[in-house]
């Protein structure tokens, strides 16, 4: 007998588990309980209902434990990439697919050798990263980290802080966190 419950599509692949259910019909317990001692697991299921960030077919899927502090590494990789002047290095902590939607250009950069171009530019600044104010948010084998920044740039002889927005979205894939979104921009009035 169908539960009325059963029609409403599950989420992360949250559902409590039935004991008198089938095995490949069980869910992992809420993304809540995810650390890095438990990681979340699930098997795809009913694809009308399917879990959002769980395949249809049968494999099963572990989610790479994520914190605040990766979150804090994973920027710091980022900047520290940027203070090399290397625009290969900044580019390398991007995806194959990254979108990036950069602060100083209107041009959104979709593909590595677009990404790598606007960074040759604007490494020439010598910018370097802050994090001011930060938001941390958890999936499965996702994490989004926006907030704000401010970059100290150099142009010319003059030094300037440029406060800014952030969106850092990572996935873990094949064992490593890449940034697969990245959009910053100004402050309004900070031109």
Not at 107 to 128: A, C
Request: charged share 30%; hydrophobic share 30%.
């Amino acid at each position: 007998m169908k539960k009325p419950s059963d029609d409403r599509p599950r989420i992360s692949g949250t559902r409590f588990i039935d004991a008198d259910s089938e095995p490949r019909a069980r869910f992992s317990l809420s993304a809540s309980y995810r650390d890095q001692h438990h990681p979340v697991t699930g098997t795809g299921g009913d694809p009308n209902f399917g879990a959002i960030d769980t395949p249809v077919d049968e494999s099963c899927v572990v989610c790479a434990p994520a914190t605040r502090r990766l979150a804090e590494e994973l920027f710091e990789r980022w900047n520290d990439a940027l203070k090399t002047g290397d625009a290969d290095r900044v580019t390398d902590c991007y995806a194959e697919d990254a979108v990036l939607l950069p602060t100083v250009s209107n041009v959104p950069r979709t593909t590595r050798d677009e990404i790598r171009d606007y960074f040759r530019h604007f490494l020439e600044k010598r910018p370097e990263g802050t994090i001011t104010q930060r938001n941390v948010k958890f999936g499965c084998n996702k994490l989004t980290d926006a907030g704000t920044y401010t970059f100290r740039v150099r142009d010319g002889g003059e030094v300037r802080d440029v406060p800014a927005r952030y969106t850092f979205v990572y996935e873990n894939r094949d064992g490593e966190w890449k940034i697969v979104h990245h959009h910053s921009s100004m402050m309004p009035g900070s031109d």
